[in-house]
């Protein structure tokens, strides 16, 4: 019997990891987006309800990320089939953790399990890139393939799309302060560099490295290391308040490194057992507190498993 109503949760990411600016990311436990979709009588696709965005997200089909995402599905498996979709935002909007390819990819998987998995999960990746690709005009692959890949994954190449998937050492926890402020991706992008010194990029390529390499040695002193950004970081913290000092607190606490999640404002950062990730979010809470800023902690181990079907019937 068909399925009538799939409810998919799919995690927030952090992208960049300091040393892989577009290329590098990992998915997380929480926070994340949860999409419903249902069958309906009528043909097509609409979006009856969007929840927790404080209505500022549009519910044309065209213009939002799941809808857009689920529209190319159906345009792949040649169905006309009426859909109904219900999109409940469980992350901050502007954050910095992959807020709209967390909706792209809960919405295309569970799109794809509902017509009982016709895409692979490769194709799976193209719908939601193209949903990323429509919204910001510059789509990136990097929160998209964490997402829906879990773990930590590599953008090897973007013409043609080659994903890596790495390893995840079994002890790597995640410590992620968001402050309450929001920065538009466009924004953000537009501060980055024309132009990089040589001595600049080959230090970034060698942290690049070196953090890869650390993943699959376990060598978490390496992966540490590694997390030094010589391309975004520099020029985007101006753009959060009290970053150096919310930084600091994180490494003053024992974690392994720290950076910027994607294009901030949230700071991310790793360590190697539980109860050092939670003191780092204290810290961390406390320095954002001194430079004014509320904030929300997240913390949980690096998420492998990637999005998870809640409900379906």
């Known amino acids: 019997m068909a399925l009538k109503e799939v409810s998919?949760?799919?995690?927030?990411?952090v992208a960049n990891v300091g040393c892989g600016f577009d290329v590098l990311g990992f998915a997380v436990s929480h926070p994340g987006d949860m999409v419903v979709v249902r069958r309906v009588a009528d043909k097509g696709i609409c979006i009856s309800d969007i929840r927790g965005d404080r209505e500022r997200l549009p519910r044309e089909v065209e213009k939002n990320t799941a809808g857009i995402a689920i529209a190319e599905l159906m345009n792949k498996i040649e169905t006309e089939d009426g859909l109904e979709i219900e999109i409940h935002k469980k992350m901050p909007l502007g954050s910095g953790l992959g807020s709209s390819a967390a909706s792209a990819v809960a919405g295309v998987v569970a799109a794809n399990i509902l017509f009982e998995e016709p895409l692979s999960q490769t194709e799976l990746l193209q719908c939601a890139l193209k949903a990323e690709e429509s919204i910001t005009s510059n789509g990136h692959?990097?929160?998209?393939?964490?997402?829906?890949?879990?773990?930590?994954?590599l953008v090897r190449s973007y013409d043609p799309l080659d994903i890596v998937q790495l390893p995840t050492p079994v002890h790597l926890h995640c410590t992620i302060l968001h402050p309450h402020i929001e920065i538009h991706t466009g924004e953000a992008r537009r501060l980055l560099p024309k132009k990089i010194l040589l001595e600049d990029a080959t230090a970034q390529?060698?942290?690049?490295?070196?953090f890869i390499?650390?993943?699959?040695?376990?060598?978490?002193?390496?992966?540490?290391?590694?997390?030094?950004?010589?391309?975004?970081?520099?020029?985007?913290?101006?753009l959060i308040p009290g970053f150096s000092a919310i930084k600091q607190a994180a490494m003053d606490s024992g974690a392994l490194g720290s950076s910027i999640s994607g294009s901030g404002p949230s700071i991310f950062a790793l360590s190697d057992d539980p109860l050092t990730a939670g003191e780092i979010g204290r810290a961390m809470q406390r320095a954002a507190r001194d430079a004014d800023l509320d904030s929300t902690v997240y913390v949980s181990k690096v998420n492998e498993d990637g999005p998870r079907v809640i409900k379906r019937h």
């Open 205 to 210: 390529w060698g942290n690049l490295a070196g």
């Open 8 to 13: 998919v949760f799919a995690p927030a990411t």
């Open 213 to 238: 390499s650390g993943l699959y040695q376990d060598d978490y002193d390496l992966i540490g290391k590694s997390i030094e950004d010589r391309i975004a970081e520099p020029v985007r913290t101006p």
């Open 141 to 153: 692959a990097d929160n998209i393939a964490a997402s829906l890949y879990g773990g930590f994954v």
